[in-house]
């Protein structure tokens, strides 16, 4: 656990959020500033600080996340229409908290991913 990581400091409890799913080794809660009307975020409770930082021995963290996510869009009413899963990977991608996070995105139309 980062004492300085706002996503720890959510998992520990220390800063208050809106959980929608517990498990042992990731937390779900509602983003602050969602971008759909369901926009929830998956991270793992012990600290990893990206994409980029994950190592072979992250698999089953990985698989947790994409699980949970799954859990999450059932139970928030978009399995079945369909969701995004976002891990967005350095500033250029919109990433500002450095703590492994998916975001699960959903509950309207979405139009194609951007293209450069």
Known sequence: MDSECLFCKIVSG??????VLD???VYAFRDIHP???VHVL???KRHVADVRSIEIEHGALL???IDAAREVALAEGVGESGYRLIFNIGPDA?????HL??????????GPVARL
């Open 14 to 19: 220390d800063i208050p959020s809106t959980p």
């Open 23 to 25: 498990r042992e080794a």
């Open 35 to 37: 971008s759909a009307p």
């Open 42 to 44: 998956v991270v793992p």
């Open 63 to 65: 698989v947790e996340m």
């Open 94 to 98: 919109g990433q500002t908290v450095f």
């Open 101 to 110: 996070h998916l975001h699960v995105v959903g509950g309207a139309p979405m």
